[in-house]
């Protein structure tokens, strides 16, 4: 499992406090279909939890990659979700988290967040 994502780290979690929307990019063991669609923007209900997921937006790039949209993003959900499937994730590149994007880093970089990226506003 390979995973890249995009990390906020602030002083005093103004930012934690705020719903974003988490972006991301996905590769799946096996084919995807129209149903993900229909299922993710539905939510999909864990029982062990007893919960429903929010809504979530897939959309399906290639046979085996999606780009998802989450608001909520409770403990390894997605691969959960997937997991209703039987389609495990191989692999996981978070894109953006709110406003702020991943943008040009590479692997292992970092950069401190612009003053309009800490600014308090909720975002999607």
Do not use: W
Request: glycine share 6%; aromatic share 10%.
């Amino acid at each position: 499992f390979c995973a890249k994502t995009v990390l906020c780290c602030q002083k005093y979690g103004q930012l934690a406090h705020i719903p974003k929307v988490k972006r991301d990019l996905r590769t799946l063991a096996k084919p995807l279909t129209d149903e993900y669609i229909a299922v993710f923007r539905e939510g999909i209900y864990f029982a062990y939890e007893n919960m429903t997921t929010q809504p979530a937006c897939l959309e399906i790039l290639s046979p085996y990659t999606a780009r998802l949209s989450i608001i909520e993003g409770k403990y390894h959900q997605v691969k959960r979700m997937f997991g209703y499937f039987r389609n495990p994730v191989l692999a996981l590149h978070r894109v953006s988290v709110g406003h702020i994007t991943l943008g040009d880093l590479e692997q292992g970089q970092s950069r401190l967040l612009t003053k309009e990226e800490t600014a308090l506003k909720a975002c999607c």
